[in-house]
């Protein structure tokens, strides 16, 4: 019993952060700030290249904001990450629903992890080429 209370606190908890995070993202632009509470990208800010995940803060504000296609430009990535994370989530309120696995999960297929990363590196790769169209995908 104590178990199941400690649980839907923490589940309580990272709610509480998450939506506090995304109240930020929506009110806030990281892009044009006066504020400097948005954290740079210490990749970038050593190596002056783009990492997978540069761009993501804009990207979150734009899509929050509507404004979908600045933030693709922002970051391609941002929508990948975002249906895995959901489809995550979707397989593990099936489980506790229906206590058993839902046909065709995509997440069991063992490839999947390594087209996952394959994907992003080549994301990486590409994003620093300073040439078209390969910087169209630079934030």
């Not at 994370?85 to 099936?94: E, H, M, T």
Request: proline content about 6%; charged content about 15%; overall charge positive.
């Amino acid at each position: 019993m104590a178990t199941t209370r400690f649980k839907i606190f923490i589940y309580c908890i990272i709610g509480i952060i998450c939506l506090s995070g995304l109240s930020l993202y929506f009110f806030i632009d990281p892009g044009t700030s006066q504020i400097d509470i948005f954290p740079e990208c210490p990749f970038h800010a050593l190596t002056g290249l783009h990492c997978p995940g540069c761009g993501t803060q804009r990207a979150i504000h734009d899509y929050l904001n509507g404004n979908i296609i600045d933030g693709i430009k922002h970051n391609l990535l941002v929508p990948v990450v975002v249906f895995l994370i959901l489809y995550k989530c979707y397989v593990y309120l099936f489980k506790k629903l229906y206590n058993r696995e839902p046909e065709n999960n995509i997440l069991e297929y063992s490839k999947l992890s390594l087209i996952v990363l394959v994907l992003v590196l080549s994301f990486w790769i590409l994003r620093n080429i300073p040439t078209v169209p390969f910087c169209y995908l630079a934030p």
